[in-house]
């Protein structure tokens, strides 16, 4: 199959999927005007990072953007399957402050990077690839949407997290701070592409989006699903990092080491959480 006709294909599953899932939620829970626009960004964010994962994983040729590493390819798979799940359970509860959170992550990870791509490193995209404007395309329209989410939405006024998300999105947030504006530093298992800085920032893009979501989550729904995304990350990044050990490919040790505590603390928070909850409380309390 061609480069064409695979994007072809993912697009139109793209569509299909959130077809379906609006028709199917407008059943259970039907919104409209901003509220119906926020879901629908929080589908597309999520059946677009499953879809796209699947390729990404196998770092099939132009299924990206520019050229990837596999580790890097892997990290891209890893994050998105990871938020796109959130992104599904923000859709599928559907509160206020779930879709706002959504938005806001994707305000972080792609607002950033889509600024330092279009000034700083445009020489990585091949101008004659249908990928190359399928990307900024979607970039341009998911992050429209996302900042008119979050001026349409009414913000929510229950206190920020605390305890261990607050933890992990202090020092997942340095974290990508540093990779974002340094990248190119001197250390390999901190910096694992230091040639390649247009990748580091698009790791560090996801670092800062884990260090939103475990810092602006409010009430205990969003939390959990914050939690979710950093159990799904981690576990992702640590298995993606022992894979390419064992077939020779360069890892980093720092990541496979911080990521592993980052998915502990997430699940022991979560038990944590739960332990304390009254055994018959309301179904979605967020």
């Not at 700083?120 to 989410?149: C, E, G, K, S, W």
């Not at 298992?189 to 230091?194: A, D, I, K, S, V």
């Not at 699940?267 to 979605?284: F, M, V």
Request: with cysteine.
């Amino acid at each position: 199959m061609s480069s064409l006709a695979s994007q072809i294909v993912g697009l139109v599953m793209l569509l299909v999927g959130i077809g379906l899932a609006d028709r199917l939620l407008q059943r259970s829970n039907r919104m409209t005007g901003a509220q119906r626009q926020a879901r629908l960004l929080a589908l597309m964010t999520g059946v677009g990072g499953l879809v796209g994962a699947v390729a990404w994983w196998q770092n099939v040729p132009f299924a990206f953007a520019w050229t990837l590493p596999q580790v890097a390819a892997r990290f891209l798979a890893v994050a998105g399957v990871a938020f796109g799940i959130a992104a599904l359970r923000a859709a599928w509860i559907g509160s206020t402050g779930h879709l706002r959170l959504i938005a806001s992550m994707l305000a972080v990870y792609l607002g950033p990077l889509a600024i330092a791509a279009l000034t700083l490193h445009l020489d990585r995209f091949d101008p004659n690839a249908p990928i190359t404007y399928a990307f900024f395309a979607i970039v341009a329209v998911m992050l429209v949407a996302a900042i008119a989410t979050l001026l349409r939405l009414p913000a929510n006024e229950r206190g920020m997290s605390s305890g261990a998300l607050t933890v992990i999105g202090a020092t997942a947030g340095l974290w990508g701070v540093v990779l974002f504006l340094w990248p190119n530093g001197p250390i390999h298992t901190l910096w694992p592409w230091p040639d390649d800085p247009l990748t580091t920032r698009l790791i560090a893009s996801m670092f800062l989006t884990v260090a939103t979501a475990c810092l602006l989550a409010e009430g205990r729904a969003e939390r959990e699903t914050a939690q979710i995304l950093c159990t799904l990350y981690s576990t992702g990044i640590v298995g993606a990092t022992i894979l390419a050990a064992a077939t020779g490919k360069p890892g980093s040790s720092a990541y496979l080491v911080y990521w592993t505590l980052v998915g502990i603390t997430a699940i022991r928070s979560w038990i944590n959480r739960r332990a304390t909850l009254p055994r018959h409380g309301p179904s979605h309390p967020d």
